[in-house]
């Protein structure tokens, strides 16, 4: 039992939020395992929701307080969620389970059970089209042909089950016919009832232990369902491995998402002593493992920001080659031909090696070199993304930063490393968080060592920071992981370049990581990638330009 209910667990997480066809809202992730609600459950003061599965676990297993706000919390005291959430959670609309086997359906959630029992790309299980090539086919292979036996044996215990549940009338007593008709001779000969008793006591344990029987049955099917459910999966990325191979292009890792496979790179510099930085934009798609231009910006941008907002690309802020901007231009992706105009909203100042992240439709601008006088910020903005745009200063930071990081994890924003001065020998290697709920500040355990122009990403509750430039202005290949827990640090394979000003994004667990610059090659164009638990880093064809200090996101799927 311990078994299906670990299994049952595994299915019943929360939804994949890139499989939705619009930007999920923050507040629809579960606070646990950060994807979309499945079940919602709302702690007592009703601020922070989990999965259904995701929060029994934690409360079993954990502690009994909301991993949210600490407050004391049991299975009894969960709140179920308000009817306004189920609807909205309802009317999201999702990809097929089978997208990635080119079911193009596009449901509502509430419709997506029913769809994908029926839908048509569901995989049939051809054991001759998986002919092992090598040790995982070969496992793959085993695994569906012990499935199959156990699946069809399980069908035709469910077939007999069936024929002996229904009614009295239904039963199979073939066994006991022989004990009845004794039973009725003896009857009939007044000798007595107790053999027809027996017989019927012994027809009852029977039909008893039939029922325990298919119980156990069920349990074991749902686990075997379960199990076909992974297998299924699995054979799905060998079918899209076979294809792409047929096609003459080998997909980088089964893990990025095919529907979600571009990057979009953005300006920076290109050369030592350049009087101008780029405004030019590429399109690298990672499977194709090549690069394409886009439209280029209206203005050169270095040291810029980027974001994705609705489904849009926003660029904000950098250095034009003049004078830094608060001008931010927007790449419509649904808007044809393709063109970067200017977004009516503003920076309150000119900015430039910042960081910004959107929250609840917000723009929040942190740290960088401000105004004419480019001295470092120590400001928080906030940005209305909406008209009329209101622009306003929200927030101090315990101390300047420019060159910096900021992630948001569970609604706090994590702000990393950087210089006070602009100066690399005044990097940091602190690291604080602010709520932006309760607006204040508090600090974390701090990095292993001064940082900054690093690049970082975020992977569930885990920050991961790479390359950048340490105190005496070395670059660094060197990659961790910062649990925002704890703020224990685990180092993760270095990268094969060092890099400082790289641009980085995350595909579910696959990094790759664009440009930079070192102090033996200068600028790259180079691109490598990293799966999150494999053993080391790969190189990828390069860009088409060289690029420091660039911004780069994954293109938004329309």
Same mark, same amino acid.
């Given at each position: 039992?311990?078994?299906?209910?670990?299994?049952?667990?595994?299915?019943?997480?929360?939804?994949?939020?890139?499989?939705?066809?619009?930007?999920?809202? /923050?507040?629809?992730?579960?606070?646990?395992? =950060?994807?979309?609600?499945?079940?919602?459950?709302?702690?007592?003061?009703?601020?922070?929701?989990?999965?259904?599965?995701?929060?029994?676990?934690?409360?079993?297993?954990?502690?009994?307080?909301?991993?949210?706000?600490?407050?004391?919390?049991?299975?009894?005291?969960?709140?179920?969620?308000?009817?306004?959430?189920?609807? $909205?959670?309802?009317?999201?609309?999702? /990809?097929?389970?089978?997208?990635?086997?080119?079911?193009?359906?596009? !449901?509502?959630?509430?419709?997506?059970?029913? =769809?994908?029992?029926?839908?048509?790309?569901?995989?049939?299980?051809?054991?001759?089209?998986?002919?092992?090539?090598?040790?995982?086919?070969?496992?793959?292979?085993?695994?569906?042909?012990? =499935?199959?036996?156990?699946?069809?044996?399980?069908?035709?215990?469910?077939?007999?089950?069936?024929?002996?549940?229904?009614?009295?009338?239904?039963?199979?007593?073939?066994?006991?016919?022989?004990?009845?008709?004794?039973?009725?001779?003896?009857?009939?000969?007044?000798?007595?009832?107790?053999?027809?008793?027996?017989?019927?006591?012994?027809?009852?344990?029977?039909?008893?232990?039939?029922?325990?029987?298919?119980?156990?049955?069920?349990?074991?099917?749902?686990?075997?369902?379960?199990?076909?459910?992974?297998?299924?999966?699995?054979?799905?990325?060998?079918?899209?491995?076979?294809?792409?191979?047929?096609?003459?292009?080998?997909?980088?890792?089964?893990?990025?998402?095919?529907?979600?496979?571009?990057?979009?790179?953005?300006?920076?510099?290109?050369?030592?002593?350049?009087?101008?930085?780029?405004?030019?934009?590429?399109?690298?798609?990672?499977?194709?493992?090549?690069?394409?231009?886009?439209?280029?910006?209206?203005?050169?941008?270095?040291?810029?920001?980027?974001?994705? +907002?609705?489904?849009?690309?926003?660029?904000?802020?950098?250095?034009?080659?003049?004078?830094?901007?608060?001008?931010?231009?927007?790449?419509?992706?649904?808007?044809?031909?393709?063109?970067?105009?200017?977004?009516?909203?503003?920076?309150?100042?000119?900015?430039?090696? =910042?960081?910004?992240?959107?929250?609840?439709?917000?723009? +929040?601008?942190?740290?960088?070199?401000?105004?004419?006088?480019?001295?470092?910020?120590?400001?928080? +903005?906030?940005?209305?993304?909406?008209?009329?745009?209101?622009?306003?200063?929200?927030?101090?930071?315990?101390?300047?930063?420019?060159?910096?990081?900021?992630?948001?994890?569970?609604?706090?924003?994590?702000?990393?490393?950087?210089?006070?001065?602009?100066?690399?020998?005044?990097?940091?290697?602190?690291?604080?968080? +602010?709520?932006?709920?309760?607006?204040?500040?508090?600090?974390?355990?701090?990095?292993?060592?001064?940082?900054?122009?690093?690049?970082?990403?975020?992977?569930?509750?885990?920050?991961? $920071?790479?390359?950048?430039?340490?105190?005496?202005?070395?670059?660094?290949?060197?990659?961790?992981?910062?649990?925002?827990?704890?703020?224990?640090?685990?180092?993760?394979?270095?990268?094969?370049?060092?890099?400082?000003?790289?641009?980085? !994004?995350?595909?579910?667990?696959?990094?790759?990581?664009?440009?930079?610059?070192?102090?033996?090659?200068?600028?790259?164009?180079?691109?490598?990638?990293?799966?999150?638990?494999?053993?080391?880093?790969?190189?990828?064809?390069?860009?088409?330009?060289?690029?420091?200090?660039?911004?780069?996101?994954?293109?938004?799927?329309?």
């Amino acid at each position: 039992m311990e078994i299906v209910e670990k299994e049952k667990c595994e299915m019943e997480r929360g939804y994949d939020p890139s499989r939705f066809i619009f930007q999920v809202k /923050r507040d629809l992730l579960c606070c646990i395992c =950060h994807r979309v609600l499945k079940e919602p459950r709302l702690c007592e003061a009703e601020e922070h929701c989990f999965c259904l599965s995701c929060i029994t676990q934690y409360l079993v297993k954990v502690s009994q307080t909301c991993p949210g706000c600490r407050a004391p919390l049991t299975l009894e005291t969960l709140k179920l969620s308000q009817r306004f959430l189920k609807k $909205v959670l309802s009317e999201l609309r999702i /990809r097929c389970d089978y997208n990635d086997r080119g079911c193009p359906e596009q !449901v509502k959630l509430r419709n997506l059970e029913d =769809h994908v029992t029926d839908c048509k790309y569901r995989p049939t299980l051809d054991a001759e089209q998986y002919n092992s090539q090598d040790e995982t086919r070969g496992e793959v292979t085993e695994l569906k042909r012990r =499935h199959d036996d156990i699946y069809d044996q399980v069908k035709k215990m469910k077939t007999n089950v069936k024929e002996l549940t229904p009614s009295q009338a239904e039963l199979n007593i073939q066994p006991y016919i022989q004990p009845l008709q004794m039973a009725r001779k003896q009857d009939q000969m007044k000798v007595g009832q107790d053999e027809t008793k027996k017989a019927l006591d012994e027809m009852k344990q029977t039909q008893s232990g039939i029922n325990e029987k298919v119980v156990k049955m069920e349990v074991s099917f749902e686990v075997i369902k379960q199990q076909m459910e992974r297998l299924e999966g699995l054979l799905g990325h060998l079918f899209q491995e076979n294809i792409v191979n047929r096609n003459g292009a080998q997909a980088t890792d089964p893990r990025i998402p095919t529907n979600n496979q571009d990057v979009i790179i953005l300006g920076g510099w290109y050369a030592f002593r350049s009087t101008s930085p780029l405004n030019t934009v590429e399109k690298y798609n990672i499977v194709e493992k090549r690069s394409t231009m886009l439209p280029p910006l209206n203005h050169p941008r270095a040291g810029s920001a980027s974001c994705v +907002y609705n489904n849009d690309i926003l660029v904000v802020g950098g250095y034009d080659g003049k004078d830094l901007t608060g001008t931010i231009e927007v790449l419509k992706m649904n808007q044809h031909p393709l063109r970067w105009t200017m977004f009516d909203g503003k920076l309150p100042v000119k900015l430039s090696a =910042h960081d910004v992240i959107v929250y609840q439709g917000k723009l +929040y601008i942190i740290g960088g070199d401000e105004g004419d006088e480019r001295k470092t910020s120590n400001a928080i +903005y906030e940005i209305a993304l909406t008209p009329p745009y209101t622009a306003k200063l929200l927030t101090r930071m315990p101390e300047p930063r420019t060159f910096h990081k900021a992630e948001l994890v569970n609604g706090k924003l994590f702000i990393l490393g950087g210089t006070t001065t602009g100066l690399i020998k005044d990097a940091l290697d602190s690291v604080v968080f +602010y709520d932006l709920i309760k607006n204040e500040f508090k600090p974390c355990p701090s990095l292993p060592q001064p940082v900054c122009d690093m690049s970082t990403v975020t992977w569930g509750d885990k920050i991961i $920071v790479l390359g950048g430039w340490d105190k005496n202005s070395h670059a660094l290949n060197d990659v961790i992981m910062y649990d925002t827990e704890t703020g224990q640090i685990e180092p993760l394979p270095s990268m094969i370049y060092k890099r400082s000003g790289s641009s980085v !994004v995350i595909m579910n667990d696959v990094i790759v990581v664009f440009g930079g610059c070192n102090n033996e090659q200068g600028y790259l164009n180079s691109v490598e990638f990293f799966t999150i638990g494999g053993d080391g880093w790969k190189e990828l064809p390069g860009m088409i330009e060289r690029r420091w200090r660039a911004t780069a996101v994954v293109k938004p799927h329309i």
